[in-house]
């Protein structure tokens, strides 16, 4: 199966966080799309997303970008589940406005489920987690106990 319009679909959304662009950012997923922050809000629905973001774009976020992120990355994987649905990992960093490069504290992994159907490919489900250096798995078990 061909990942052209899933990557083409990624793209369009890079592209309009890029330019603040809250209204073309949540065209990019379903009516009832599932949208996790990385603060773990959980967003409901298109019109949830861009209005989360609208302020974001206009205050906090104003001028940032979205690139590769400070550890580097290979691009997105795609893997087909069905013929109109695909799982998506894909590594980024936020760059804010003033800066170059995106700085390792900004840096996130997303899982994301791009389903197509009667208008092309959307994105049904986006989950946005921070990087965080993982703990050695023997001490954080002594201390979960």
């Known amino acids: 199966m061909d990942p052209t319009p899933i990557t083409e679909l990624l793209n369009r959304m890079v592209a309009a966080w890029n330019a603040g662009d809250a209204a073309a950012f949540a065209e990019v997923f379903t009516e009832d799309a599932d949208y996790i922050t990385f603060f773990g809000a959980h967003l409901k629905g298109r019109k949830e997303i861009e209005a989360a973001h609208e302020p974001l774009f ?18 997105p994987t795609i893997r087909f589940l069905s013929e109109d649905v695909a799982l998506v990992v894909s590594r980024g960093g936020t760059v804010l406005a ?9 840096d996130s992994i997303m ?19 921070r990087v965080t250096p993982m703990p050695n798995p023997s001490s954080a078990w002594k201390e979960a106990r």
């Open 111 to 129: 899982t994301l489920t791009a389903v197509r159907g009667p208008k092309g490919w959307r994105l049904a489900s986006f989950q946005n987690t």
């Open 58 to 75: 206009t205050h906090a976020l104003k001028g940032s970008r979205i690139g590769q992120p400070s550890t580097g990355s290979a691009g």
């Open 98 to 106: 003033g800066q170059s490069t995106p700085t390792p504290d900004r």
